[in-house]
């Protein structure tokens, strides 16, 4: 993985992570998003938040380049996924880590072959390989869960390994749509503090989703708030609050998360 992203080209290495350009994505002849322009630069962590059927997921979708917009670009550290072909394209979609919404653990593999399949595709050796898996089992508190199936596991420790195997190859960006649903204070914020971790030590740019955490989530952290495809607020988590009771759409959409 490590070796596909270096083929990217030098001038998008310093480009930000994620540009959306006036996009608009319509399904069924109705405009889901509706002409949304965001930047997130390197290193950065954002939560995007909205109520169901904001856009949320169809952004996320359109970020890792399973969707093509109706109109505008998405460019990833400065280059549109959708114009890429062959290997250029296999190494921009390696330096991203996803984790999504609907559970992609497999039951018939244990927790360690779950880890390893997205290293399995590359060219590194089986000890290369154990070393990354040791490394995010430890990042995650899995230690000792190796070889439970993920059945087995409760439902806080199936999204610490989802979230694993997304950070296994060490991508620039991770998106995540819903990893922390269900979960309780302590296991977001136990989840969120890897996340920064990572965002701190060696610059991981992380986009997320998700409703229901904003009592995790720190002063200074950016918060974009996306109301019927439009985005509605885009700022640090302490000026969202301090305009709640200034804006009416804003107190509506936000109201009992504080």
Known sequence: MQQAASQVEPEAAAAPALELDNVFQHVAGHAVLNGVSLTVRPGEGLLLIGQNGAGKSLLVRLVLGLD?????????????????RGRRAQ????????????????????????????????????ADMARAARLVITQLQLDGMENHRPRALSVGQRRRVELARALIHRPDLLIWDGLTDGLDLPAVREILGVLRSQIEQRGLTVIGT?????????????????????ILFDGTRGALEAAVPERLELRYLLEGRW
Do not use: C, H, W, Y
């Open 68 to 84: 093509l917009p109706s109109a505008g670009r998405v460019r990833l550290f400065g280059q549109a996924l959708a114009e890429l």
């Open 91 to 126: 190494a921009l979609r390696a330096r991203v880590g996803a984790v999504l919404q609907r559970g992609s653990l497999l039951d018939g593999l244990s927790v360690l072959e779950n880890l390893l399949l997205p290293l399995r595709p590359t060219r590194m050796s089986r």
């Open 210 to 230: 998700d409703n229901t955490i904003l009592k995790a989530v720190r002063d200074e952290e950016r918060v974009v708030v996306l109301d019927r495809g439009r």
